[in-house]
C-alpha cells in the first residue's frame, strides 16, 4: 500500500511504500472495542472510597435503654441503618486494569491503522526539510485540510524543536512510535508518521 508523502522535497517521490500485513488486514471492530475498553480500564483511577462502620467517627455509646422503650434494640449509631453511619460493601481504592493477550493488542492496533489507512488519513511527514517553527507547520496542516492529528516519530529522529513546535498547534500531538496505542489513534484525524518513525514502528511489529 502507498502513503503520501504531506511535505515532500523535490528528490523525494510522492508516495511511500507502507506494509499491508499491518496497515492493509481487514478491521477488526470488536477486537477494537476489546483494546479501547482496556486502556480506559487502565487509565481509570480507582480512587472511590467510601467509610465502613469502624471508619465513621461515631460514640459508641448505646443510644438509649435496651428495654422498656418500646424500641427496637439499638447499640451505636454508625450502625449502617442509621443516617451517618457506616457503609456495607462500598466501594474501596483499587485498579480496575486486567490484563489482556498481546496478541489481542497488537491486531487492535493493526486493525485501527488499517481503518484509518482505508481512509487516507496515514500519511508520511519528511522532517528533513521542514522549519521547526509552528506558523510553518500549522501552514502545511491547513493546506492539506489537516486539524486532529497524531505525529508518530522515532527515537533515532532530533524532533527537539519540532516537539515543542507541534505543541503550540492547536489539535495537534506527537508520540514515539513505542508508544503508539489505539485510544490516541481514534482521537485523531490524521496519523502522521516520520520516516525514521515508520520503519522503526513497522520492524517491531514484523518480529
Do not use: C
Not at 44 to 51: A, E, P, Y
Not at 53 to 78: C, D, F, N
Not at 138 to 149: N, Q, Y
Amino acid at each position: 500500500m502507498k502513503v503520501k508523502i504531506l511535505n515532500k522535497a523535490k528528490s523525494n517521490n510522492s508516495d511511500v511504500l507502507i506494509k499491508d500485513e499491518i496497515f492493509g488486514i481487514d478491521p477488526n471492530i470488536n477486537v477494537i472495542l476489546k483494546v479501547l475498553n482496556w486502556q480506559r480500564a487502565k487509565k481509570q483511577q480507582g480512587n472511590h472510597n467510601v467509610k465502613s462502620r469502624s471508619e465513621v467517627e461515631s460514640t459508641t455509646a448505646k443510644m438509649y435503654r435496651q428495654k422498656g422503650g418500646g424500641r427496637a434494640r439499638h447499640g451505636a449509631s454508625s450502625v449502617v441503618q442509621f443516617r451517618g453511619g457506616g457503609v456495607v460493601h462500598g466501594p474501596v481504592p483499587r485498579s480496575h486494569s486486567y490484563k489482556l493477550p498481546k496478541k489481542i493488542r497488537v491486531l487492535g492496533l493493526k486493525s485501527v491503522l488499517s481503518q484509518k489507512a482505508k481512509n487516507n488519513s496515514v500519511l508520511i511527514f519528511n522532517t528533513d526539510k521542514i522549519s521547526k517553527k509552528t506558523s510553518e507547520i500549522a501552514k502545511i496542516f491547513s493546506k492539506e485540510g489537516i486539524k486532529k492529528v497524531l505525529l508518530v516519530f522515532g527515537k533515532d529522529d532530533k524532533l527537539d524543536d519540532l516537539n515543542l513546535a507541534i505543541r503550540n498547534v492547536p489539535l495537534a500531538e506527537s508520540i514515539n512510535q513505542i508508544g503508539l496505542n489505539v485510544y490516541d489513534i481514534l482521537k485523531m484525524d490524521h496519523i502522521l508518521f516520520t520516516e525514521q518513525g515508520l520503519k522503526e514502528f513497522e520492524d517491531r511489529l514484523s518480529k
